[in-house]
């Protein structure tokens, strides 16, 4: 693969998308997207896509009930950032898992507790598959393709519930 190098501003109107390509059938697949703007997610059960949700804010409502967001497969580069977009204490919670227990989460999260205690909550990086975001106040969360196994999870959770890391 050729590399470009600009000595000037690159402009695009409609961002940018960072592709791999298999060597063998030569089918492109989408791994993130830079620059477009913030996806609303639904107040239901949503599976994310690479093409539509990699690279992007992904907003959170405030639920009329726990929603849980399904990661795809995992790709290396692949990053999803989930942040809580409700205007006041969320009184559901949201979830977000991998395709199953052979992808899991490495890492953890800042739990920032309503009543003035910060801990960090963290997945076993073996089998956890699942963070549930209990009631929310607030968070900001990354979730980034380490390899076609595992996702790397960081960011920070305030709720006066602690988020749980579990086997879905």
Same mark, same amino acid.
């Given at each position: ?26 089918? %492109? ?32 409502? $405030? ?42 989460? %490495? ?16 997945? $076993? ?5 699942? %963070? ?8 900001? %969360?990354?979730?980034?393709?380490? $390899? ?18 579990? $086997?879905?």
């Amino acid at each position: 693969m050729a590399n470009t190098t600009f000595s000037g501003p690159v402009r695009s109107e409609n961002g940018f998308v960072s592709v791999s390509k298999n060597a063998t059938t030569g089918a %492109i697949t989408d791994i993130t997207t830079y620059g477009r703007a913030p996806v609303s997610l639904a107040d239901a059960d949503v599976t994310l896509t690479n093409a539509t949700h990699s690279g992007r804010v992904l907003l959170v409502p $405030d639920g009329g009930q726990d929603n849980t967001y399904t990661l795809p497969a995992p790709i290396a580069g692949a990053v999803f950032r989930f942040v809580y977009a409700g205007g006041a204490a969320d009184a559901t919670d949201a979830i977000i898992v991998t395709p199953g227990n052979t992808n899991f989460y %490495i890492g953890g999260v800042t739990f920032l507790d309503s009543d003035n205690a910060i801990s960090s909550v963290f997945s $076993d990086g073996n089998s956890n598959s699942s %963070i549930q975001i209990n009631v929310p106040q607030a968070f900001d %969360i990354t979730i980034v393709g380490k $390899d076609t196994t595992n996702y790397q999870i960081f960011g920070n959770v305030t709720s006066a519930t602690a988020p749980a890391f579990a $086997d879905q």
